[in-house]
């Protein structure tokens, strides 16, 4: 039944996934272990459809590409997007699903300051927001990043640049590169 009624999950089984990585087996296995360690942590529904769809674009890798899986984040979307042609998903499970599946292997690489702070902002505005994201990080990574761990300190320390004390000479779009540079300065402030 799988096969024919979720065809992108079924593809995710026989795909092979470097095993220093997920010693747990392919990348079915692991989205189902994924999506067990989630539904310890939530009840939510969308976090928990996130972390079943958030390698979806493992089951599309060619064969002799595998173990690995270049590119699967790019992949993902679209075969989600397409998921949501053959039977809309709820707003909440489509826009939370893209930006895990986007966002996922980034969140524990992140070394550059100002892509953290957009990344902070981001998660912010998604719709599983921080508690979501964090469930999905945490059950596949095993742990999470400094920044999402402390993210509601570090998010006061952001939301404390405030557009009064932008410079009355800037103006337009330079006011918004003006917020993003003093957020990004208190960021490094804070995180050392």
């Given at each position: 039944m799988?096969?024919?009624?979720?065809?992108?999950i079924h593809a995710l089984i026989g795909k092979t996934q470097p095993e220093y990585f997920h010693p747990e087996g392919d990348a079915f296995e692991h989205t189902m272990e994924i999506v067990d360690l989630i539904a310890g942590m939530t009840s939510d529904l969308a976090v928990r459809f996130a972390g079943l769809v958030h390698d979806i674009g493992k089951g599309a890798t060619p064969l002799e590409m595998l173990p690995h899986h270049y590119g699967h984040e790019r992949i993902g979307e679209n075969i989600l997007l397409k998921w949501n042609e053959r039977m809309t998903l709820p707003k909440k499970w489509l826009q939370g699903g893209l930006f895990v599946i986007k966002e996922h292997m980034r969140a524990g690489r992140l070394k550059k300051i100002s892509k953290i702070v957009d990344l902070l902002l981001d998660v912010e505005k998604n719709p599983l927001g921080f508690e979501g994201f964090n469930c999905v990080i945490l059950a596949d990574s095993k742990g999470l990043p400094y920044y999402l761990a402390d993210y509601k300190s570090y998010l006061k320390?952001?939301?404390?640049?405030?557009?009064?004390?932008c410079p009355k000479d800037i103006k337009g779009k330079k006011i918004g590169d003006w917020i993003r540079q003093q957020r990004i300065k208190v960021f490094s402030q804070e995180a050392e």
């Open positions: 799988l096969e024919v009624l979720f065809p992108e320390k952001l939301h404390d640049v405030s557009i009064k004390d």
